[in-house]
């Protein structure tokens, strides 16, 4: 055993560090590491109580709420949709996913608009965890007439990252570790499309703040 935490301090010392001196990051620290833009919202569910902790370069807020099995069915209802394909999907089973996500939203960020164009570092927990918050709605869908590229995602107004914990994403170089020459890329597909080209890909303006620091 001694010998095998050696060897992680000799090639791998960043992880040693972590697993063996933990060193929890302080709001004072976060506040200096984040940009002008950035918000961080760290999430801590228990069975009936979800406390969010807000924090940016000027402030830290944090609010406690009571959740009930409402909140657990909107998020499987969202995890459900995410891996259902869509030309199986019903319009009852989309209508569910719209009212879902929208519910959610509300409720992890509460009723009042977030900023402007402010960056999203999500640290989640538990349950939260399994959905992507990009495609949660920051505003009610009414009717039945929309089209899925026109929904009101949280995405279209806020880049959304993704974070296990503030110690991780700054007590490490990794943030400053530049992207090599290589490229892997996705697109999506349409198998309905019967092969034709089809342009089905819409730009994402806010999204090219987050793909900037990969630059090579």
Same mark, same amino acid.
């Given at each position: 055993r001694k010998e095998f935490i050696r060897k992680l301090s000799d090639k791998y010392p960043d992880y040693f560090i972590l697993k063996y001196f933990p060193v929890i990051i302080r709001p004072e620290a976060i506040e200096k590491k984040l940009g002008n833009d950035d918000l961080m919202v760290e999430y801590v569910l228990a069975d009936s109580v979800l406390i969010i902790f807000m924090l940016d370069r000027h402030k830290l807020s944090y609010r406690q709420i009571g959740v009930d099995s409402s909140f657990y069915r909107n998020i499987e209802i969202v995890y459900n949709f995410t891996r259902r394909n869509y030309f199986n999907t019903s319009s009852e089973q989309t209508a569910e996913y719209i009212k879902a996500a929208s519910q959610l939203y509300k409720f992890l960020f509460s009723e009042d608009p977030l900023d402007e164009n402010k960056r999203l570092i999500i640290v989640p927990d538990g349950m939260l965890a399994y959905i992507p918050f990009d495609i949660l709605l920051y505003r009610p869908v009414e009717g039945n007439n929309y089209s899925f590229g026109k929904l009101p995602y949280l995405v279209n107004k806020h880049p959304v990252s993704y974070a296990y914990s503030a110690?991780?994403?700054?007590? /490490? #170089?990794? $943030?400053? +570790? $530049? @992207? !090599?020459? =290589?490229?892997? @890329?996705?697109?999506? /597909?349409?198998?309905? *499309? !019967? =092969?034709? $080209? +089809?342009? /089905?890909?819409?730009?994402?303006?806010? #999204?090219?703040? *987050?793909?900037?620091?990969? +630059? !090579?």
């Open positions: 110690t991780l994403l700054f007590q /490490s #170089d990794f $943030r400053k +570790v $530049r @992207a !090599g020459k =290589g490229l892997l @890329a996705f697109a999506p /597909s349409d198998p309905e *499309t !019967g =092969g034709i $080209r +089809v342009n /089905s890909t819409r730009d994402i303006p806010l #999204d090219r703040k *987050t793909l900037k620091p990969l +630059v !090579g």
